[in-house]
C-alpha cells in the first residue's frame, strides 16, 4: 500500500474540501458534462475528483487518463481493498454516514478519517 501517495491525497482534500466529489474519478469545469456531475461551486482550481482521482492527479497522470485501475497500481491495492476504498457505500459506517458530495468541511474530514483507518487495518476494513 501506497501510504504516502494516501496521506498525499488527504492533505489535498482537507486543504479545500470543494476538492472531494466521490461520485466522478475526475470532473473539470471546462468539461461540457460538469453541470451534470456536479450541482455545487468547483474549487478555484477548477477540478473535482474522488480519491482515486486525486491519486491519479498528484502523481502526474493527466485528469484526462485517471482512472480507478490506474490509482489501485498507483496505491498498491488489490481489487477488494480499491473498492473498500473507492466506494463509500463499501465504508464502514461511521465513515460513510452522511457522505455527500457537498463539499463541506466535514466531508472531507470524514473521508480523510477513512483513509487513515484503511491505512491502520492495512486495507482489510
Known sequence: ???????????????EPLRLVMSTVVA??????ADEVLWRAFPACGTVACIAGWACILS???PRDASMSK???????????ANRLFEPE??????SDGITDDGEERTARA???RIEHFIKTKGCE
Do not use: T, Y
Not at 71 to 81: K, N, R
Not at 90 to 95: A, D, G, L, N
Open 111 to 113: 473521508c480523510a478519517a
Open 1 to 15: 500500500m501506497n501510504v504516502e501517495l494516501l496521506r498525499k491525497v488527504k492533505a489535498h482534500i482537507l486543504a
Open 71 to 81: 490509482a489501485e497500481g498507483l496505491l498498491h491495492l488489490d481489487v477488494l481493498q
Open 60 to 62: 502526474g497522470i493527466s
Open 90 to 95: 463499501q465504508w464502514p459506517r461511521e465513515f
Open 28 to 33: 473539470s469545469e471546462e468539461d461540457g458534462d
